[in-house]
């Protein structure tokens, strides 16, 4: 346990910043989700539209550090693939 008036004030702050990223994340996960849905259903116009939605958010999640640039980038480049694909 935190003894210092510092490492108090770390650990509450940590406790905080995980809820904030775990919300993050999970808007990241829908987001990815939404696009992946629209591909199953082999609908290219609402995968595009929802793909649209989904770039900005995976960079925005990258540049703050929720997740690594190249998972970033794996991700968008899977994802335009699979988009590209439908017929």
Same mark, same amino acid.
């Given at each position: $346990?935190?003894?210092? *008036? +510092? ?5 509450? +702050?940590?406790? /905080? ?6 919300? $993050?994340?999970? $808007? ?5 989700? /939404? %696009? ?5 259903? /082999?609908? /290219? ?9 989904? %770039? *900005? %958010?995976?960079?925005? $999640? ?26």
């Amino acid at each position: $346990m935190a003894n210092t *008036p +510092q490492a108090k004030k770390r650990a509450k +702050q940590a406790v /905080k910043r995980r809820a904030h990223n775990g919300s $993050m994340r999970s $808007m990241l996960r829908t987001y990815v989700k /939404k %696009v992946i849905l629209a591909i199953n259903a /082999k609908d /290219k116009g609402a995968a595009e539209l929802a793909l649209k939605a989904a %770039v *900005p %958010v995976i960079d925005r $999640m990258a540049s703050k550090g929720l997740i690594h640039k190249n998972k970033a980038a794996r991700h968008k480049g899977r994802l335009y693939t699979r988009v590209k694909a439908i017929a």
